[in-house]
């Protein structure tokens, strides 16, 4: 099992207690709403592993205490017939990512205790807690063989001088970057000339052996891939002499515009490593291929594969590689959704998780290629993570009126028992809204799923204030989620309707309605916001007059959009991180295969069709026809959507004379994650929809 620690910083010392209580006021449970400091009280489930007879699941369980501005991760064990639980793990210290042992009698487990975020073991009631390894700059994150004789672990190697004091000796101070090609930045770091890397060892009785630098010291690129490092592409095989991971060993310019991973093999024993996506004739294997994951036998590796370089959104294939002959099925080729978080069972099928009409929903299929593709569960939810052990299928499942919480599956009948109550103490003292699903007829004649949400106590016969909901990606779903920072609930709770469509260009409803967006940012797209909100705006409930728009990336790019098109609909607006100009906006970022997809190519490519239209419809080019108050809000550390984009917007604004406000976190990035930063981010959100909305 392959374990991501990134969260976590390191650090020399250990680092100091921290307490959690977080438990409701009296005033909270009077007023028995919903609030940003009600939301903070919440835990987190993060993580979990189901022991091998499938009677008890550990789970990492996150909470913060809101007045030291940080939170905490312990581990907690769950015996599934009882619903005992117990924090194996207290919070002087992060405790995270537990595995059992072969036998079952203890976990292994990442710590920051003793300073850097180390390998710990300790028995399975919790007790007896030993540190493992010594590893000097802690690790970000590890894999334990399935045979626990080896050990892998990320850690982070310089690989080529970048900065100006490692290049001139005599001038240590200096603080300059030096780049002769791109990428120099990515999602919320510059490029240090550090990349991560996997290491391979003996794991002996007294710790951790030498290490094998699996990537080589010198490679410039990262394994598991930036920038969400997901330890998940990393898998020992079942009889550890081998393990598989993703990789783009790309540099410069060719690693900007390229999605090109593919799935390595390294063999322990001689030291080798095979790619096996390439030289493959009758199958394409040029865009993202991830997550191997091991057959029991271990004579094939299942992973997921787009086909279209460049494409980040393509459809996400279930392939099946015979590492003996190196034939390659493709098992999900008649089912028009993504496979994601694949787990095998036996050697006969596979589940997975597909997202369908805006829920996510677990899946099998035959290992031979064989039969269609079933769908196991159904109802309004989303399931987020699943393993099956002992006879049980536990995992992850959330709604837009429920944060994550462990559940056990029966995967003959698709029916599902929630098996955690993290968060019960909330939910039996909190009012949440109704949820509705409504289909709504787009101007092409096409339906259109969009979630409503309603104020809690909502009556008919009273007059809201509606929000139309924006959301970003732009290729995500608007499916059953919890978010803790787009929340759907905390919105109704302040007393908004909010209209959450599933406009073109999100998953879930096939490949064709996904691919629509890419080079028509401004187009059918946008005209399916406005159909849903024109179409909810018509209830006798909604406020026509009282109309408010928000949304992040790219949401933050319709919002700025609809600012220049929306002819008088809304009174108020709201970008986070939004795109504001196309041409800057093409410098500005890094990851450019993103807008070479989205936008069809470069503001100078003069004779591409499908790039000078997305480069004329730029919102920039708008401005002059803005006349609603607009917030616009940044994070001065995301270079996803620069901060510079956010600048010009607010910019443009106030010299037109419109009432604009601008809310810059400079610890943040492409999203708001600090307790504190939060609040303030809930307060100014909801500040300015009151002053404009009620």
Same mark, same amino acid.
């Given at each position: 099992?392959?374990?991501?620690?990134?969260?976590?910083?390191?650090?020399?010392?250990?680092?100091?207690?921290?307490?959690?209580?977080?438990?409701?006021?009296?005033?909270?449970? *009077?007023?028995? %709403?919903?609030?940003?400091?009600?939301? =903070? #009280? +919440?835990?987190?489930? &993060? $993580?979990?592993?189901?022991?091998?007879?499938?009677?008890?699941?550990?789970?990492?369980?996150?909470?913060?205490?809101?007045?030291?501005?940080?939170?905490?991760?312990?581990?907690?064990?769950?015996?599934?017939?009882?619903?005992?639980?117990?924090?194996?793990?207290?919070?002087?210290?992060?405790?995270?990512?537990?595995?059992?042992?072969?036998?079952?009698?203890?976990?292994?487990? *990442?710590?920051? %205790?003793?300073?850097?975020?180390?390998? =710990? #073991? +300790?028995?399975?009631? &919790? $007790?007896?807690?030993?540190?493992?390894?010594?590893?000097?700059?802690?690790?970000?994150?590890?894999?334990?063989?399935?045979?626990?004789?080896?050990?892998?672990?990320?850690?982070?190697?310089?690989?080529?001088?970048?900065?100006?004091?490692?290049?001139?000796?005599?001038?240590?101070?200096?603080?300059?970057?030096?780049?002769?090609?791109?990428?120099?930045?990515?999602?919320?770091?510059?490029?240090?000339?550090?990349?991560?890397?996997?290491?391979?060892?003996?794991?002996?009785?007294?710790?951790?052996?030498?290490?094998?630098?699996?990537?080589?010291?010198?490679?410039?690129?990262?394994?598991?891939?930036?920038?969400?490092?997901?330890?998940?592409?990393?898998?020992?095989?079942?009889?550890?002499?081998?393990?598989?991971?993703?990789?783009?060993?790309?540099?410069?310019?060719?690693?900007?515009?390229?999605?090109?991973?593919?799935?390595?093999?390294?063999?322990?024993?001689?030291?080798?490593?095979?790619?096996?996506?390439?030289?493959?004739?009758?199958?394409?294997?040029?865009?993202?291929?991830?997550?191997?994951?091991?057959?029991?036998?271990?004579?094939?590796?299942?992973?997921?594969?787009?086909?279209?370089?460049?494409?980040?959104?393509?459809?996400?294939?279930?392939?099946?590689?015979?590492?003996?002959?190196?034939?390659?099925?493709?098992?999900?080729?008649?089912?028009?959704?993504?496979?994601?978080?694949?787990?095998?069972?036996?050697?006969?099928?596979?589940?997975?998780?597909?997202?369908?009409?805006?829920?996510?929903?677990?899946?099998?299929?035959?290992?031979?290629?064989?039969?269609?593709?079933?769908?196991?569960?159904?109802?309004?939810?989303?399931?987020?993570?699943?393993?099956?052990?002992?006879?049980?299928?536990?995992?992850?499942?959330?709604?837009?009126?429920?944060?994550?919480?462990?559940?056990?599956?029966?995967?003959?009948?698709?029916?599902?028992?929630?098996?955690?109550?993290?968060?019960?103490?909330?939910?039996?003292?909190?009012?949440?809204?109704?949820?509705?699903?409504?289909?709504?007829?787009?101007?092409?004649?096409?339906?259109?799923?969009?979630?409503?949400?309603?104020?809690?106590?909502?009556?008919?016969?009273?007059?809201?204030?509606?929000?139309?909901?924006?959301?970003?990606?732009?290729?995500?779903?608007?499916?059953?989620?919890?978010?803790?920072?787009?929340?759907?609930?905390?919105?109704?709770?302040?007393?908004?309707?909010?209209?959450?469509?599933?406009?073109?260009?999100?998953?879930?409803?096939?490949?064709?309605?996904?691919?629509?967006?890419?080079?028509?940012?401004?187009?059918?797209?946008?005209?399916?916001?406005?159909?849903?909100?024109?179409?909810?705006?018509?209830?006798?409930?909604?406020?026509?007059?009282?109309?408010?728009?928000?949304?992040?990336?790219?949401?933050?790019?319709?919002?700025?959009?609809?600012?220049?098109?929306?002819?008088?609909?809304?009174?108020?607006?709201?970008?986070?991180?939004?795109?504001?100009?196309?041409?800057?906006?093409?410098?500005?970022?890094?990851?450019?295969?993103?807008?070479?997809?989205?936008?069809?190519?470069?503001?100078?490519?003069?004779?591409?069709?499908?790039?000078?239209?997305?480069?004329?419809?730029?919102?920039?080019?708008?401005?002059?026809?803005?006349?609603?108050?607009?917030?616009?809000?940044?994070?001065?550390?995301?270079?996803?959507?620069?901060?510079?984009?956010?600048?010009?917007?607010?910019?443009?604004?106030?010299?037109?004379?419109?009432?604009?406000?601008?809310?810059?976190?400079?610890?943040?990035?492409?999203?708001?994650?600090?307790?504190?930063?939060?609040?303030?981010?809930?307060?100014?959100?909801?500040?300015?929809?009151?002053?404009?909305?009620?």
């Amino acid at each position: 099992m392959s374990l991501l620690l990134s969260g976590f910083v390191g650090c020399n010392t250990a680092p100091e207690s921290i307490q959690i209580d977080n438990a409701l006021t009296a005033e909270e449970i *009077a007023a028995a %709403r919903l609030t940003p400091e009600v939301m =903070w #009280k +919440m835990g987190r489930i &993060g $993580s979990h592993a189901l022991s091998a007879d499938g009677k008890t699941v550990l789970y990492t369980l996150t909470r913060y205490n809101m007045a030291e501005n940080r939170g905490v991760t312990v581990i907690v064990s769950h015996d599934i017939a009882t619903g005992e639980e117990r924090e194996l793990t207290d919070t002087s210290s992060t405790s995270t990512s537990p595995v059992w042992s072969a036998d079952g009698a203890d976990i292994w487990f *990442a710590s920051n %205790r003793s300073g850097d975020m180390q390998l =710990w #073991k +300790m028995h399975a009631d &919790g $007790s007896q807690p030993q540190q493992v390894s010594h590893i000097e700059g802690g690790i970000e994150g590890f894999g334990i063989s399935p045979d626990e004789m080896h050990i892998y672990y990320t850690q982070y190697v310089h690989a080529k001088n970048i900065n100006s004091a490692d290049v001139y000796e005599d001038a240590d101070k200096s603080k300059a970057r030096i780049y002769d090609d791109l990428m120099v930045r990515h999602w919320d770091y510059w490029d240090g000339g550090k990349y991560l890397h996997i290491f391979v060892a003996d794991l002996l009785a007294n710790g951790v052996g030498v290490a094998t630098d699996i990537i080589g010291k010198e490679s410039a690129w990262d394994a598991p891939l930036a920038p969400y490092f997901d330890h998940a592409e990393i898998a020992w095989s079942p009889d550890s002499k081998q393990l598989a991971y993703t990789c783009k060993p790309l540099t410069g310019k060719e690693y900007a515009v390229s999605t090109d991973s593919d799935i390595f093999v390294y063999d322990l024993e001689n030291g080798t490593t095979r790619n096996l996506c390439k030289d493959v004739a009758h199958l394409p294997f040029v865009g993202y291929d991830k997550y191997p994951v091991w057959s029991p036998k271990g004579d094939k590796i299942a992973f997921r594969s787009q086909e279209r370089p460049g494409n980040e959104a393509d459809k996400e294939r279930l392939m099946i590689c015979d590492l003996a002959s190196g034939e390659i099925k493709y098992l999900t080729k008649n089912f028009d959704y993504h496979a994601t978080n694949v787990v095998w069972d036996g050697e006969e099928q596979l589940y997975f998780i597909a997202p369908i009409e805006a829920t996510h929903q677990i899946c099998r299929v035959k290992a031979d290629g064989s039969g269609e593709v079933e769908v196991v569960t159904k109802g309004d939810h989303d399931i987020n993570s699943f393993e099956l052990c002992g006879g049980k299928c536990i995992g992850s499942l959330m709604t837009i009126s429920m944060a994550s919480e462990l559940f056990d599956f029966d995967l003959a009948t698709g029916s599902m028992t929630k098996i955690t109550a993290v968060n019960d103490f909330v939910y039996d003292n909190i009012k949440m809204g109704e949820v509705q699903k409504r289909w709504v007829r787009t101007t092409d004649g096409k339906r259109m799923l969009t979630w409503m949400i309603l104020p809690p106590d909502f009556d008919p016969n009273k007059k809201y204030p509606t929000l139309l909901y924006c959301q970003g990606g732009p290729q995500s779903v608007v499916s059953q989620f919890w978010s803790y920072r787009w929340n759907f609930q905390l919105m109704a709770a302040q007393g908004y309707v909010v209209v959450a469509p599933n406009r073109r260009g999100v998953p879930s409803f096939g490949q064709e309605w996904l691919d629509q967006i890419s080079g028509d940012y401004s187009g059918q797209n946008i005209r399916d916001y406005l159909s849903a909100i024109d179409d909810v705006a018509k209830e006798r409930w909604s406020d026509e007059e009282r109309l408010g728009c928000v949304g992040a990336s790219y949401g933050g790019y319709s919002t700025f959009y609809l600012a220049g098109h929306h002819q008088k609909r809304f009174k108020a607006f709201i970008a986070h991180c939004g795109i504001f100009n196309f041409e800057s906006m093409y410098g500005h970022t890094e990851e450019l295969f993103f807008v070479n997809n989205d936008y069809g190519g470069a503001y100078w490519e003069s004779n591409n069709k499908t790039a000078m239209r997305s480069y004329a419809n730029s919102p920039h080019k708008a401005v002059a026809k803005w006349d609603t108050p607009i917030l616009i809000i940044t994070g001065e550390k995301d270079y996803r959507i620069p901060y510079s984009q956010s600048l010009e917007a607010f910019t443009a604004a106030r010299m037109r004379g419109i009432p604009a406000r601008l809310v810059s976190f400079e610890n943040e990035a492409h999203q708001v994650f600090k307790p504190q930063n939060s609040l303030v981010w809930n307060r100014e959100f909801f500040g300015w929809l009151d002053k404009y909305l009620k």
